[in-house]
């Protein structure tokens, strides 16, 4: 396998659906993409060619190749490394309200037991800026980058929006751009791929019983296993996210949410009624 066999990449953002639009691509034959997320061009690098080309299947034959790394998008160095090795490739973006998708990261975390609950000495900006909670939003100047190496043309913008709104035109657009004839979407992924409100083990207990995690993984789905882990989960109730805060981060993110409607040529004004 070499680079120039890998025809697309979905940069990001995270929390914006993209696991949708892979679930999609994945259920057509012509399509070949592997599960996870690589994340080679952003903190795998050092791993070497091989085994980036390692997870993807050998038998590729004539379909379409690519991946989804999330982080690409954000992470220092992702794009001029992809654009080293894959100038060729055709980009896909797919993006969330910047508040939305923060708040969402913040509380998946939470929901793992990696942050607490002062929402605020995370989201709020007047605080500091951090990478994985704010700077990440900025799509703007993220997306700027890849258009400066790559030209705009190969650079597909979609909006999460659109997942709900209108799926088959979401798809049609992303088919259109990787050079896939038109087919209806798939039934897999219809349905919410994650669900925050899922109930699921508190954080304090999840951590204690972390050790647990390899040994009972081949038992996930067994009646046995998930009558204990009902005893144990609950709904996770998340620190809210205030108005207040809210229009804090509506005041950092909105020069990159006006610098973005200019790049995709749409109008987000209900982003900045959310």
């Given amino acids: 396998m070499h680079f120039s066999d890998i025809d697309f990449v979905i940069i990001g953002a995270a929390k914006s659906a993209t696991t949708w639009l892979q679930q999609q691509l994945q259920a057509d034959p012509a399509v070949h993409m592997p599960d996870p997320e690589l994340h080679y061009f952003s903190r795998e690098y050092s791993r070497g060619q091989d085994w980036y080309f390692s997870q993807f299947n050998e038998e590729l034959s004539d379909r379409i190749v690519g991946e989804k790394s ?162 144990v989960t609950r709904e996770i109730q998340y620190p809210q996210l205030t108005d207040e805060l809210r229009n804090r981060l509506n005041d950092y993110y909105h020069p990159s949410i006006e610098a973005l409607e200019k790049m995709s040529g749409q109008s987000l004004s209900h982003w900045y009624d959310s």
């Fill in 70 to 231: 999330n982080s690409y998008l954000y992470e220092p160095d992702s794009a001029m490394r992809l654009h080293n090795d894959m100038p060729h490739v055709k980009l896909i973006a797919q993006l969330r309200n910047p508040v939305e998708r923060a708040y969402s990261s913040y509380c998946m975390r939470f929901r793992r037991g990696e942050v607490g609950p002062d929402i605020e000495s995370y989201l709020d900006p007047t605080l500091g800026e951090n990478l994985k909670y704010l700077i990440s939003g900025k799509f703007a100047s993220h997306l700027q980058t890849y258009i400066d190496l790559y030209g705009r043309d190969k650079l597909l913008i979609l909006f999460f929006e659109g997942v709900a709104q209108d799926p088959e035109g979401q798809m049609s657009q992303v088919r259109s751009h990787i050079g896939l004839p038109q087919r209806s979407i798939s039934s897999i992924g219809r349905a919410k791929v994650k669900d925050k409100k899922s109930p699921t083990v508190s954080p304090k207990l999840r951590k204690s019983l972390a050790w647990l995690k390899p040994i009972v993984r081949p038992l996930r789905g067994t009646s046995g296993f998930e009558a204990i882990r009902g005893m």
